[in-house]
């Protein structure tokens, strides 16, 4: 189990250095966070993501695995886990655009990777502050309802 929670922490951390981020238990909360419905999670369950020891629920490496451009199956399970999708008991819908997904997130990293390192921060600051936003509206709709 340990090395599950080695190799899962060294594979979030190689994915946000590949996005231009810095691997901050801080800042991954904070975007973490905007992109949680439920209650926020803090610097320090962050940091245990980071560095061990906690491996976070499946539902939360989802998140993060969206925000990372890549697939929860690969952020928690490392290589080689085509059992993962095929043994589950998801409908052929969910599995296609799941595919669908992967297919724009492989090419939004290709891109990604052609890119300046000041472009790659400019892009991750305009996503940081499209979610804000996003989040800002979501909290004011909630409060006007």
């Given at each position: 189990m340990t090395q599950d929670l080695n190799s899962f922490a060294k594979r979030l951390q190689s994915q946000l250095q590949l996005r231009g981020k810095p691997v901050s238990p801080t800042?991954?909360?904070?975007?973490?966070?905007?992109?949680?419905?439920?209650?926020?999670v803090?610097?320090?369950?962050?940091?245990?993501?980071?560095?061990?020891?906690?491996?976070?629920?499946?539902?939360?490496?989802?998140v993060l695995a969206k925000m990372l451009g890549t697939s929860a199956e690969w952020l928690r399970?490392?290589?080689n886990t085509d059992w993962a999708i095929t043994g589950s008991t998801r409908t052929k819908q969910s599995?296609?655009?799941?595919?669908?997904?992967?297919?724009?997130?492989?090419s939004v990293l290709h891109d990604w990777l052609l890119l300046t390192d000041a472009n790659?921060?400019?892009?991750?600051?305009?996503?940081?502050?499209?979610?804000?936003?996003q989040h800002l509206h979501?909290?004011?709709?909630?409060?006007?309802?």
């Open positions: 800042l991954l909360a904070r975007e973490f966070n905007l992109r949680w419905r439920w209650s926020p803090s610097t320090n369950a962050a940091r245990k993501w980071l560095y061990g020891p906690t491996l976070p629920k499946m539902e939360k490496i989802q399970w490392g290589a599995v296609d655009l799941n595919f669908t997904e992967m297919q724009l997130a492989e790659k921060k400019l892009i991750s600051a305009l996503l940081d502050f499209l979610l804000t936003q979501k909290i004011n709709s909630k409060n006007k309802s």
